[in-house]
């Protein structure tokens, strides 16, 4: 009977009550002094590893999604989806952009002196 409360408490102990209007992030907890700390747990030695201290939910959180996939790789659970070096989503795909539209890249007309 006691096992059969005990489990009840763990469970109940493990929702938290969030208000309406807060997102939650994991990995990201709420300061006293206004400030968010992001953590996570190293799950080789199952250790916690501070990532340090944020100004905003979102800096801890991205703090959290960097560690997570390198601790985890990149089917890591993450509070953002993943995005590459183009701050793209893995999964976008673009094609066919023409950055110069000069054809002869050697010349810019804007920085061509005619006066040399």
Request: hydrophobic share 35%; glycine share 6%; no cysteine.
């Amino acid at each position: 009977m006691a096992n059969k409360r005990n489990g009840n408490a763990a469970a109940a102990a493990a929702t938290v009550a969030v208000p309406p209007n807060e997102v939650r992030y994991r990995g990201v907890r709420n300061r006293p002094w206004g400030t968010y700390g992001a953590e996570i747990t190293n799950p080789v030695n199952k250790k916690g590893v501070w990532l340090g201290t944020f100004k905003t939910p979102e800096e801890a959180a991205r703090a959290y999604d960097a560690a997570a996939r390198m601790y985890r790789g990149p089917e890591a659970i993450t509070n953002f989806p993943a995005t590459n070096e183009n701050n793209l989503n893995a999964n976008d795909v673009v094609e066919n952009v023409n950055v110069n539209s000069n054809p002869n890249p050697e010349v810019v007309p804007e920085l061509a002196d005619s006066s040399l």
